[in-house]
């Protein structure tokens, strides 16, 4: 069973059919909400909405350890995660999907390992690819088979929010390395690693970054709504795609 965990844009799933919550309760606390079970393309699929299903929970205050925990413990193996972006490259429109392949870490102050405690023992994972290639390559493959557009690889660069960043620091950013900014990426793809679980984001690109593009002066919020609404509807044809590719 696959786990899609939404964001921004992707508070529900109306295309899941027979559905049922599961309130889970964890070591860590509350998850943002209770998980929803049904079929998506003939298959078992749990859903959560990470910021909670009225869009109540800001990126730094996500409950990323129960949210983790509770889908492993549900019985899901791998994870598909749907994250709104800016986007950093001149190529990385609002409107481009994308699946990154690598990370950077500007956050700070989340809970950001399964293994913590007095008698907790330490415990270190390789993270040297933080996306599972197999989910990649699942997404890729069902991007092209239901002729959509994804570009496969960039570097998802995560800040703490819930404010967005100065052109300054899309600049730095940008000389790190990062083509795209998001808010949500860490430490949620480091936990699925803590927890065994296959990883992979698909990224909606809703606006130029902070000094780029269409954004150099100022970011318009209330555009974001319009290419939100627009895009995600592709990318939930293609994580509807990819389900149904799974045996």
Same mark, same amino acid.
């Given at each position: 069973?696959?786990?899609?965990?939404?964001?921004?844009?992707?508070?529900?799933?109306?295309?899941?059919?027979?559905?049922?919550?599961?309130?889970?309760?964890?070591? $860590?606390?509350?998850?943002?909400?209770?998980?929803?079970?049904?079929?998506?393309?003939?298959?078992?699929?749990?859903?959560?909405?990470?910021?909670? $299903?009225?869009?109540?929970?800001?990126?730094?205050?996500?409950?990323?350890?129960?949210?983790?925990?509770?889908?492993?413990?549900?019985?899901?193996?791998?994870?598909?995660?749907?994250?709104?972006?800016?986007?950093?490259?001149?190529? &990385?429109?609002?409107?481009?999907?994308?699946?990154?392949?690598?990370?950077?870490? $500007?956050?700070?102050?989340?809970?950001?390992?399964?293994?913590?405690?007095?008698?907790?023992?330490?415990?270190?994972?390789? &993270?040297?690819?933080?996306?599972?290639?197999?989910?990649?390559?699942?997404?890729?493959?069902?991007? *092209?088979?239901?002729?959509?557009?994804?570009?496969?690889?960039?570097?998802?660069?995560?800040?703490?929010?819930?404010?967005?960043?100065?052109?300054?620091?899309?600049? *730095?950013?940008?000389?790190?390395?990062?083509?795209?900014?998001?808010?949500?990426?860490?430490?949620?793809?480091?936990?699925?690693?803590?927890?065994?679980?296959? $990883?992979?984001?698909?990224?909606?690109?809703?606006?130029?970054?902070?000094?780029?593009?269409?954004?150099?002066?100022?970011?318009?919020?209330?555009?974001?709504?319009?290419?939100?609404?627009?895009?995600?509807?592709?990318?939930?044809?293609?994580?509807?795609?990819?389900?149904?590719?799974?045996?």
């Amino acid at each position: 069973m696959y786990a899609i965990l939404g964001g921004s844009g992707l508070a529900k799933l109306s295309v899941l059919q027979n559905i049922r919550r599961q309130v889970m309760r964890t070591p $860590y606390g509350e998850p943002s909400g209770a998980l929803t079970l049904g079929t998506l393309a003939g298959r078992e699929v749990v859903f959560l909405a990470r910021h909670g $299903y009225g869009h109540t929970l800001p990126p730094h205050e996500i409950n990323y350890r129960a949210n983790v925990w509770a889908l492993k413990e549900i019985g899901a193996r791998g994870v598909i995660a749907v994250a709104s972006v800016g986007g950093i490259r001149d190529d &990385f429109g609002p409107g481009t999907l994308v699946v990154p392949h690598q990370i950077i870490d $500007y956050t700070h102050g989340r809970k950001h390992t399964l293994f913590s405690g007095a008698e907790a023992a330490v415990v270190h994972v390789d &993270f040297t690819q933080p996306y599972a290639p197999r989910m990649r390559a699942l997404l890729l493959d069902a991007a *092209r088979r239901c002729d959509e557009t994804a570009v496969d690889g960039a570097v998802y660069a995560c800040t703490q929010g819930p404010r967005l960043e100065t052109a300054a620091e899309i600049e *730095r950013i940008a000389r790190d390395g990062g083509d795209l900014v998001g808010m949500t990426g860490m430490p949620e793809a480091a936990l699925a690693r803590e927890a065994d679980l296959d $990883y992979a984001a698909l990224c909606v690109v809703v606006n130029h970054a902070a000094g780029r593009g269409s954004s150099k002066d100022e970011i318009k919020l209330a555009e974001l709504d319009e290419v939100l609404r627009a895009t995600i509807q592709r990318a939930v044809r293609i994580v509807e795609c990819a389900v149904g590719a799974t045996s």
